[in-house]
Every structure is written in structure tokens, then in C-alpha cells.
């Protein structure tokens, strides 16, 4: 056999379009809701296709993980990656929050929705999601140091906490208007700051 012919069936489906597609299956229906049945369904593909492409269930997660990590800095995170950003970047980054944790068919932030389901059960999980929340914190304390901000890792820190209880009331079903109620309570904080 020629080592120049593909081995096996060639995939019948865009990877990371797949990927995208199974991100908000686990964001829509958490993880003990996205069982391999609706995995089948909302992907398009069988069992066995799933397993082959992406592992089993666990393996998926971590993809669907790393995948959503990778969206969340594009479409969020990124307002605060300037290393001169300050007040402007931290109220971009609030209203895209809001935006993020309220759009259709999404309540609050994948990650710390998985942690919540699965718990301390998880190591590799937790450690993902404590890297999450240093890089968030450094971020906010870099943002409130370039504005001379007095104390500014007290203000990370609750900043972090309000991004924190601004997913938590989302996943628990809050409606729009409120969210965006506590993105104007927190951009009204920030405006007593500079």
C-alpha cells in the first residue's frame, strides 16, 4: 500500500464548526443535561463519528472547554489584553459581559457553569477555571494600576466578584433587564473612580 493514500473515510464534517456547535450544546444544556443522545442529535452525527473525532464525552468537554476559553478572550477578554488599558477597556469589557451572558440560547459563563456541575470533582477543571479568574484579576488590576486607582487589587477583586455573581445570576435564570441593571450599576462604579 502507498504510503501517499489517506487511511480510513475522510471526515464529512467541518472540525471546528462541529466544535462551535457542541461549545453551545454544553453552554445551553450544562453537562449532565448534554448527554450522548443530544450530542448525536444537535451535531449531526452518530456515536461512534463523535468518538472518533473527539474522544469520549470527558474528551469532548476539554475540547468544548479550551474552545470556549478561546471565544470568551476574542469576543470579551480582549477589551483588557492592551497593556495600557484602563477605564474605557473596563467598560467595553462590562457591556460585552453582559452581552455575552444574555444572548440567545446562553445563561452565564460555560466554565464556571461546569465547575458548578461538576465540583471539586474535577482537578484538571478547577485548575482551569482558578487560571481563568488570576488572568481576569490580573487584567483588572493592571487596568485600575494604568488609572492611578488608590488600592487597585481591592477593586479587581470586587470587580472580579461582580463578573462573578453577574454569571451566576444569569445561569439561574435572570432576565436580560436585570443583568443589564447590574452592567450599569458597575459602570456607575467605575465612573466614581476616575
Not at 13 to 25: G, I, M, P, S
Not at 145 to 166: D, I, K, Y
Request: net charge negative; glycine share 8%; charged share 25%.
Amino acid at each position: 500500500m502507498s504510503s501517499n493514500q489517506p487511511v480510513g473515510r475522510p471526515r464529512l464534517f467541518d472540525e471546528a464548526e462541529t466544535l462551535d456547535r457542541a461549545v453551545d450544546v454544553f453552554w445551553r444544556l450544562g453537562t449532565k443535561g448534554t448527554t450522548t443522545r443530544v450530542l448525536e442529535s444537535e451535531l449531526g452525527m452518530t456515536q461512534s463519528s463523535i468518538y472518533n473525532a473527539f474522544g469520549d464525552k470527558g474528551a469532548l468537554l476539554d475540547r468544548v472547554i479550551d474552545r470556549y476559553l478561546e471565544r470568551l478572550d476574542d469576543e470579551v477578554v480582549s477589551a483588557l489584553d492592551d497593556s495600557a488599558a484602563g477605564f474605557d477597556d473596563l467598560h467595553a469589557f462590562i457591556d460585552d459581559v453582559v452581552q455575552w451572558v444574555t444572548g440567545v440560547d446562553k445563561a452565564g459563563c460555560l466554565l464556571l457553569n461546569t465547575s458548578g456541575e461538576v465540583g471539586a470533582e474535577d482537578p484538571k477543571l478547577v485548575s482551569i477555571a482558578t487560571a481563568y479568574r488570576d488572568r481576569l484579576r490580573s487584567l483588572f488590576l493592571r487596568a485600575f494600576s494604568n488609572e492611578g486607582v488608590f488600592e487597585p487589587q481591592h477593586h479587581a477583586e470586587a470587580l472580579l466578584a461582580a463578573m462573578l455573581g453577574m454569571n451566576i445570576a444569569a445561569r439561574s435564570g435572570a432576565p436580560k433587564d436585570e443583568i443589564e441593571a447590574l452592567g450599569q450599576a458597575l459602570h456607575h462604579q467605575l465612573s466614581l473612580l476616575g
